[in-house]
């Protein structure tokens, strides 16, 4: 048997697997984050190793199974992420998640010693707040005394991997997610290091994602209830694992979206895929020698929650399935568009100061219309990526759905309608990420390949596009595009654009 932890936004889902990787059970323990006002996002360590010790408990107790018949852990994780460590390898303060945009001042600093398009060639990314080399710098920048204390750096997947084994590492997924990385060779870029005025040392080695970090330590396999030789491998960050757990393992698997709290369209890749207008980027892949071509949006499922929450009576259990089964059918919105933007944008746009916003509402709209227009909005943004990647030379004529989204027929058919081609749900909805990290941490383990994945999923429902519902929908993604550049220099010029 194989525990993968999944280390996501809202919560921890782990899940036990058979050997090859199929699905036994799984739990999810849930931990606060913390959002405010001028692009703070962070979340307590301590919360995600208290889930990992809570939901490693849980999968044994109930699946009764005994804890010598787990020969294996392995983690996935949120990326884009910093945690800072001191010498002992404390956490020295809250943990900044992908989702904050504090450091603007030092992504353009960097812009300014690397040139954008430069570092767009090493990296496989563009500098942006959003991603750990920047966080790291604006902590040394903003708080002096707390820097003085950090002595290592890593991600939440390596963290936990610290916090089983003793050993602090990351692997190439991750690394590739830090904009500290080059992907030319496969290391830390010390020209990268040294615009940033960063000392190498603060960086963990790379490991492959499917090595075996180590062994639980004492103290871990006491908390978890399991022995002490179980083993540990890499695993990987979300978005590579998802693409496995999509059965993405190669070119000719095709593509696949991710509609979780942020969503994603990605796809295996031989090579990197670069945009010149730099839309999109590239992560190595948890597969050696492949990479994932991915186009990473802030809040896809976060702008639908966040409209279900704010058109509920009691937020704390917001009607989000009732919410969008109404905005379904014929239903058309009449000219409203919704900006998804509430966390800023990375992919396609990479503008942190950039916001949510209705645009043409007007006195007649209900609460359907305005929860279409959000399902519309996401589609309209993700459809702008998909474009990005074929003008670069990607072929993408189908597009498999997963993540808690992916649930909803209205919204899957409102995406076949937007995009023009047509997007299947896989049977592993939301156990992508974990479903990928147990195969990935099968072939670690040396019990499968990665081939396997294919058939840990199937396709349960297509949905095709409507006749001439995308070419009406393709006048309206260029509407909805030039609201954007409308309102863009107004997001730039608020009062907070200036941290961003």
């Not at 606060?32 to 849980?58: S, Y």
């Not at 300014?112 to 080399?133: C, D, F, I, K, M």
């Not at 081609?421 to 974990?434: F, G, H, K, L, Y």
Request: hydrophobic fraction near 45%.
């Amino acid at each position: 048997m194989i525990i993968a932890h999944d280390l996501g936004t809202t919560g921890n889902k782990a899940s036990l697997h058979h050997d090859d990787g199929r699905l036994v059970t799984s739990v999810t323990v849930p931990y606060p984050a913390h959002f405010a006002a001028g692009g703070i996002a962070e979340q307590d360590p301590a919360d995600w190793w208290g889930a990992v010790v809570t939901a490693t408990r849980q999968l044994l107790s109930t699946s009764g199974i005994g804890p010598e018949t787990v020969g294996g852990l392995v983690v996935s994780g949120q990326m884009m992420g910093t945690v800072l460590l001191d010498a002992h390898g404390a956490p020295v303060r809250p943990a900044i998640i992908w989702a904050d945009t504090r450091s603007g001042a030092q992504t353009r600093m960097l812009e300014q010693a690397l040139g954008a398009e430069a570092a767009y060639r090493v990296l496989g990314h563009r500098l942006n707040p959003t991603y750990s080399l920047e966080k790291i710098m604006w902590v040394r920048d903003n708080e002096p005394d707390t820097w003085a204390r950090v002595r290592h750096f890593c991600v939440a997947k390596d963290f936990i991997v610290y916090r089983l084994t003793g050993r602090l590492a990351t692997e190439r997924s991750d690394a590739s997610g830090t904009n500290a990385y080059d992907q030319i060779t496969g290391t830390w870029s010390e020209s990268v290091l040294a615009a940033a005025g960063l000392d190498p040392a603060l960086f963990p080695e790379i490991l492959d994602s499917t090595t075996v970090a180590g062994t639980l330590t004492s103290d871990a396999a006491d908390a978890l209830g399991l022995p002490t030789g179980t083993r540990v491998v890499m695993g990987g960050g979300d978005g590579p694992l998802a693409a496995v757990g999509s059965g993405v393992v190669a070119p000719e698997d095709g593509a696949y979206v991710c509609l979780g709290t942020s969503s994603w369209i990605s796809f295996a890749s031989p090579t990197p895929l670069h945009d010149p207008q730099m839309r999109t980027m590239t992560f190595d892949n948890v597969v050696p020698g492949s990479f994932v071509p991915t186009a990473t949006m802030q809040a896809g499922g976060a702008s639908v929650q966040w409209i279900a929450e704010a058109l509920s009576a009691d937020p704390a259990r917001p009607e989000t399935g009732r919410l969008t089964a109404d905005a379904g059918g014929d239903l058309d919105t009449e000219d409203l568009y919704f900006l998804p933007y509430l966390l800023g944008e990375r992919s396609p746009l990479w503008d942190p100061a950039a916001r949510g916003a209705f645009v043409g509402i007007g006195r007649h709209h209900t609460r359907s219309h305005l929860t279409r227009a959000v399902l519309e909005g996401v589609a309209f943004n993700l459809f702008t990526c998909i474009q990005a990647f074929r003008e670069s030379g990607a072929v993408i004529d189908r597009i498999d759905a997963v993540g808690g989204g992916a649930q909803s027929d209205v919204w899957l058919g409102i995406l076949a309608d937007v995009w023009g081609v047509p997007v299947r749900r896989r049977t592993i909805v939301e156990e992508a990420n974990s479903l990928g990290a147990a195969v990935t941490g099968a072939v670690g383990l040396g019990l499968a390949d990665f081939s396997a994945a294919r058939a840990l999923s199937e396709v349960t429902a297509e949905f095709a596009p409507g006749a001439g519902r995308h070419a009406v929908y393709a006048q309206r993604h260029a509407r909805f595009t030039t609201a954007y550049d409308a309102l863009a220099p107004w997001f730039a010029s608020a009062p907070s654009a200036g941290s961003v």
